[in-house]
Each structure stands twice: as structure tokens, then as C-alpha cells.
């Protein structure tokens, strides 16, 4: 199957800091790309869809403003969470879509913000 | 209502067994269904991928679709131990591919 990475795996920074999370395609073109987030035991709550070359599209609720993504090409989408807080600790995961509906997903990137 | 019910479970079965999940679904237009496990911690994985109704095996995996009764299966026949693993329902239309998922149902094969 397609291959889909994130970096980093795992990041724990302090509240208030930016953090930058990857996600990669790497042996297929991702026209689209999904950001999701998990709570433990429960299951993924989509973010935004982003389209390489345009703006991200975000569900309701979410804030573009705090979740920057950027989809800059075919292989490479990141999700920047601005002035992070405890409450945005999560598990983040990225899908990337080439042909129509099938999605693959990345290892995921835990976050804890102190 | 939730777009997509799945019973969360959780589901234990010896080794060897036969271990069925299924899911139901309310928007007709769904017309892709997926099945993606998920370990602790980690990414989910596609499993099956079904177009439109029918039936589809790969190895020890059958996913079964019935759009007529809004209603699809997972089975894993002869179950190992490694197969323990939260089990995700996924679907989606052909509008935007954004996909709806179940509650996921966690299940764990007893050695």
C-alpha cells in the first residue's frame, strides 16, 4: 500500500509555543490531504481537507487561525498549531488521497502541550 | 443519530476464531466503504475497500456490503493474537471523499 509519513512522531512543548507537524506522501502524488485529531479511545475527528495549491477547507468548529495548514506540493502538507495549549494535547493524523476516495494514513504525531 | 454506528465493543475471542463487525449507516449517498485497523498509538491501516455493493476477500479478510439495507461487514477468520487492534469503519460519497467513520470497535484475541 501507499506510504504516508509524519514528523515528528511525538513533541512536547510549552504553552504558548508553535508547533509544525509534517506529513509526507512518499512513493504517490496526494492531491488532497486530511488533517484529523483523536482523543484517546474514540475515534477521528476531521479537522480540514487541503487540496495542493489552495486554501485548506475547515470543518466547523475548528479555528483556521490556530490550525495553519499549508499544502504546498503534491507530497508535502503541514499543520502548524499556533500559541498551543493543554487542551490542544491530542493525537494529530494526516491522510493523504490520490485516487478518489482511498486514504491512507500516516503514523500519527502525539502532542502534549505543558 | 450518528451518520455511522458501530458498536464500540469491546470484543474478545479466542484464537482461531471467527470475528465479525459490522456497521450501519443512514446517508445513502455512501458509496465507498473502508475498514482500517488501528493499533494503540498509532495510524490507522487500510484493511478492505469496497466500491458499491458485494462482497470482497483477501486473505483471511471478507468485507461484505449491503447498500440495500445500509449495512457492512468485517470478517477475520482464523484470528491470531496480532489481529488485536481497534477496527474502523470508514465511508464516503463521491461529492468529496471526506470520510465518515464508526466509533471503532476494539478487539482482542485471547492466545
Known amino acids: 500500500g501507499a506510504v504516508v509519513s509524519q514528523h515528528p512522531s511525538r513533541v512536547i512543548c510549552k504553552s504558548g509555543t508553535s508547533v509544525k507537524i509534517e506529513c509526507r506522501s512518499l512513493d504517490f502524488q496526494a492531491t488532497t490531504m486530511f488533517w484529523y485529531r483523536q482523543f484517546p479511545k474514540q475515534s477521528l475527528m476531521l479537522m480540514a481537507t487541503?487540496?495542493?495549491?489552495?486554501?485548506?477547507?475547515?470543518e466547523q468548529g475548528v479555528e483556521k487561525d490556530k490550525f495553519l495548514i499549508n499544502h504546498a506540493s503534491l507530497t508535502l502538507s503541514t499543520l502548524t498549531v499556533t500559541s498551543a495549549h493543554p487542551e490542544d494535547s491530542s493525537f494529530y493524523i494526516c491522510?493523504?488521497?490520490?485516487?478518489?476516495?482511498?486514504?491512507?494514513f500516516g503514523p500519527g504525531t502525539r502532542l502534549t502541550v505543558l | 443519530q450518528k451518520e455511522v454506528e458501530q458498536d464500540p465493543g469491546p470484543l474478545s475471542v479466542p484464537e482461531g476464531a471467527i470475528v465479525s463487525l459490522n456497521c450501519t449507516y443512514s446517508n445513502s449517498a455512501f458509496q465507498y466503504f473502508m475498514w482500517y485497523r488501528q493499533y494503540s498509538r498509532k495510524g490507522p491501516e487500510l484493511l478492505m475497500y469496497t466500491y458499491s455493493s458485494g462482497n470482497k476477500e483477501d486473505g483471511r479478510f471478507t468485507a461484505q456490503v449491503d447498500k440495500s439495507s445500509k449495512y457492512i461487514s468485517l470478517f477475520i477468520r482464523d484470528s491470531q493474537p496480532s489481529d488485536s487492534a481497534t477496527y474502523l469503519c470508514?465511508?464516503?460519497?463521491?461529492?468529496?471523499?471526506?470520510?465518515?467513520f464508526g466509533a471503532g470497535t476494539t478487539v482482542t484475541v485471547r492466545a
Open positions: 491522510s493523504a488521497s490520490g485516487r478518489a476516495s482511498e486514504q491512507f
Open positions: 487541503s487540496n495542493e495549491g489552495s486554501k485548506a477547507t475547515y
Open positions: 470508514a465511508m464516503t460519497s463521491s461529492n468529496d471523499y471526506k470520510l465518515s
